[in-house]
């Protein structure tokens, strides 16, 4: 299975259960309208905590009655942040989602050794993009968690994009793992922990998927591009998922394709215990949304 639209999304989750969402310090308008969109379309049951005043006011400015729906009053941001991630790692919901409130305050709760949500495993961030000049929606891991992730730390990162993609219906998603050159250059590390990569592949080290690199974006997302480069790839021209050299280039290819290429995005969390719906600050309520959408699609 290949998703080609956003829409698709909505055609994963329709007939799924119905999932508990938790919003933490919801009294943020963008994520109160996604989330309670999602809320009418039959996807979530949200829960807020926050503010309930703030909380009750957007609704109403938004034109939602939410007189059934659970409101947990705690104008403490930091309360509120451990209240919410006490309910996940509860397991009295399914996802956590940020409202207003930084994202470091709400990964030091979701880190947090005693009631947290930790696996053991890495935190990464992966974002799905539907641009109009690709066949189909291509991901994009770290953008927003790793900042100049190691070997380990992208191995770790490809495991848990990979998992996540399996889980949303693809059987072998094709992995590019980018560099400024083609080549292997000693003197470019993004270039040698592509190489690295993709010899883990063959010997299946990394499982479920298939690995190229080092690849420069163009042959990445452009087959013709390859072939005149005299590339020979399985990934080349038809990528899934580019895994980013470090947090920098990732942050800019995100805020390019949202800003400059007017694509629509989905983001969240993989590695804890629950997806944790997280998106910029700048994205819009159809980005929120979508990332609703993701989330529970994730969930087998």
């Known amino acids: 299975m290949v998703l080609r639209n956003m829409s698709d999304l ?8 119905v999932r508990k969402l938790v919003l933490a310090v919801a009294h ?18 949200p829960v807020f905590i926050g503010d309930s005043d703030g909380i009750r006011g957007i609704c109403s400015e938004l034109g939602y009655d939410i007189s059934e729906l659970s409101i947990i009053h705690e104008p403490e941001i930091d309360k509120a942040v451990e209240k919410s991630v006490r309910m996940l790692s509860g397991r009295q919901a399914d996802i956590l989602m940020k409202g207003k409130v930084g994202t470091s305050t709400l990964l030091k709760a979701v880190l947090n050794k005693e009631w947290g949500l930790r696996t053991g495993s890495l935190l990464s961030h992966i974002a799905l993009f539907e641009v109009g000049t690709y066949h189909k929606l291509i991901g994009v891991t770290d953008v927003a968690m790793n900042i100049a992730p190691n070997l380990k730390d992208k191995i770790a990162i490809v495991n848990n994009s990979v998992s996540f993609l399996n889980r949303l219906g693809y059987i072998m998603p094709k992995v590019a793992v980018l560099g400024a050159v083609e080549m292997v250059n000693e003197n470019m590390e993004a270039t040698l922990h592509a190489a690295l990569l993709s010899k883990m592949n063959q010997r299946e080290q990394i499982r479920n998927c298939i690995i190229d690199g080092p690849l420069a974006f163009d042959n990445a997302v452009s087959l013709e591009s390859a072939q005149h480069k005299g590339i020979k790839s399985e990934v080349a021209g038809d990528t899934d998922l580019l895994l980013m050299p470090d ?25 804890a215990k629950v997806p944790i719906v997280l998106t910029s600050r700048s994205d819009s309520e159809q980005a929120k949304y979508d990332s609703i959408l993701l989330a529970a699609a994730s969930i087998l």
Do not use: C
């Open 28 to 45: 943020d308008q963008h994520s109160l309208g996604a989330v309670l969109r999602a809320w009418r379309d039959g996807i979530i049951e």
């Open 247 to 271: 947090i920098e280039v990732g942050n800019v290819l995100y805020k390019s394709l949202v800003f400059f290429a007017q694509a629509k995005v989905a983001s969240m969390i993989l590695g």
């Open 10 to 17: 909505k055609g994963i989750v329709t007939g799924k259960p």
